[in-house]
């Protein structure tokens, strides 16, 4: 029974196309995050979205977009795709409040051609 | 700022002898202070965490960390490292709703 469960798992697309990586949680958490793995490995946050509403916007480019429609699921949009994007995405969520852990999805692949 | 250090890009050790990543952070207040495992194309696993009390910590596969205030450390141990444990390991501090990570360490294993 997988907790946090993220879709596709690989995406391979053109630049200037549009998709989107969704992302759901059975865990029953109130918040929920978008990272980004670069090639280095090096994890950089994206997004924090705490009860449907955004929390963090860390400098991410506005082509980015999440949309939280309930607090187990959010979906993360990228309009007009650069070969930069190119990445694994993971999605995460945890439990509001001081030192609980973030649990992570199996990321998805996203390669930009 | 918080901000995590991770010194160890690559390590290679041999099956079975001994193992210590390195975690040196920043943060204000009280940090929680997690390390997670990365295997080639999985998601991240929690190894272990620290919030408070015993600085010495117990985590799954027979990791353990030790948290030293004075030092801003979080270092990882295990005293017998397996081929399995070849992964990718990173060291985080979580100020609540906010996970900010080290850079990884890649763990090599030779027979």
């Known amino acids: 029974d997988t907790a946090v469960s993220q879709t596709p798992k690989y995406l391979v697309t053109q630049m200037g196309n549009d998709k989107s990586i969704k992302c759901e949680q059975n865990?029953?958490?109130?918040?929920m995050y978008w990272y980004k793995q670069d090639s280095k490995k090096f994890l950089k946050i994206m997004f924090s979205?705490?009860?449907?509403?955004?929390?963090i916007n860390e400098t991410v480019p506005n082509r980015f977009s999440p949309k939280s429609p309930d607090k187990a699921h959010l979906n993360l949009h990228i309009n007009s795709l650069e070969l930069g994007d190119s990445a694994v995405y993971f999605c995460?969520?945890?439990?509001?409040?001081?030192?609980?852990?973030?649990?992570f999805g199996q990321g998805t692949r996203l390669t930009v051609v | 700022a918080q901000s995590v250090t991770q010194p160890g890009i690559h390590i290679t050790v041999s099956e079975g002898a001994s193992l210590e990543l390195r975690c040196n952070y920043s943060?204000?207040?009280?940090?929680?202070l997690f390390w997670y495992v990365q295997s080639p194309g999985q998601g991240l696993q929690l190894l272990l965490k620290?919030?408070?009390?015993?600085?010495l910590v117990q985590g799954i596969k027979g990791f353990e960390a030790e948290f030293k205030r004075s030092q801003s450390s979080f270092n990882l141990r295990k005293p017998s490292v397996h081929w399995s444990d070849a992964a990718e390991y990173f060291c985080?501090?979580?100020?609540?709703?906010?996970?900010?990570f080290g850079t990884g360490t890649s763990l090599t294993v030779i027979p």
């Open positions: 995460a969520s945890s439990q509001q409040g001081m030192g609980t852990e973030a649990f």
């Open positions: 865990l029953g958490h109130d918040t």
């Open positions: 979205y705490n009860n449907k509403e955004l929390i």
């Open positions: 943060y204000g207040a009280t940090p929680y």
């Open positions: 620290y919030f408070s009390g015993d600085t």
């Open positions: 985080a501090v979580g100020p609540g709703n906010q996970f900010y």
